[in-house]
């Protein structure tokens, strides 16, 4: 049986969306219609938007999230194995990158991802990470550079039984903090509209 920690942090993220993707944009006060592209390169000179969302109707409000992916593996012991913390560092940078690029709204998004299976529990639903495990991630001194005008969002896809995760999974949503909009500049807003006619 495939972990959901073999997933890649594009992969995850698409997860997400399409098993909770509802429920997460009705979380975020976002509205139908949307178009929603990945990995986005078309429109940067270097690097790539891991989740670009567009309201055909309104392009000169485009949300970003920007994502890195925490892999979580709880053992049989239930020791709480945890790795690629420090990849926070590299999502600030590039959070406040997409910020001074001007897009509407950016979202600064960690991924934590569970393979819970062998937690024992009273209820699946709290095969998880433990607060202890989670607590050194949201309170992370990375974040200390953060720009003050992005948003920050925590997504927490678990894996919580010997079934596919395609069929059994949880996914917290936490919104901890509001983006501040932006006037996006008309020339962002040009490629944008560019793109949703490539697609």
Do not use: W
């Not at 972990?3 to 509205?31: D, H, P, R, W």
């Not at 593996?73 to 709480?80: D, G, L, N």
């Not at 003050?148 to 919580?160: C, D, I, K, T």
Request: charge should be neutral; charged fraction near 30%; hydrophobic fraction near 35%.
């Amino acid at each position: 049986m495939n972990s959901i920690l073999t997933l890649n942090e594009a992969a995850v993220t698409k997860f997400i969306v399409k098993q909770f993707g509802t429920y997460l944009f009705e979380k975020l006060g976002i509205n139908e219609p949307i178009q929603i592209f990945y990995d986005v390169k078309e429109i940067m000179d270097s690097g790539d938007l891991d989740v670009l969302i567009i309201d055909p109707l309104k392009p000169q409000e485009a949300i970003v999230l920007e994502c890195k992916r925490i892999k979580v593996k709880i053992e049989e012991s239930q020791f709480e194995k945890v790795n690629k913390q420090k990849d926070l560092k590299k999502l600030v940078h590039q959070t406040n990158d997409r910020i001074k690029r001007g897009f509407h709204k950016v979202y600064l998004t960690v991924l934590i991802v569970c393979d819970g299976r062998n937690k024992i529990a009273n209820n699946i639903l709290f095969n998880n990470p433990s607060s202890e495990t989670r607590e050194p991630i949201y309170t992370s001194h990375y974040f200390d550079d953060l720009d003050e005008r992005a948003g920050m969002l925590f997504l927490e896809p678990s894996q919580l039984t010997s079934k596919n995760y395609n069929l059994q999974a949880g996914c917290a949503i936490y919104e901890m903090r509001k983006p501040t909009p932006q006037q996006q500049p008309e020339e962002l807003t040009e490629k944008l509209k560019e793109l949703l006619i490539v697609k």
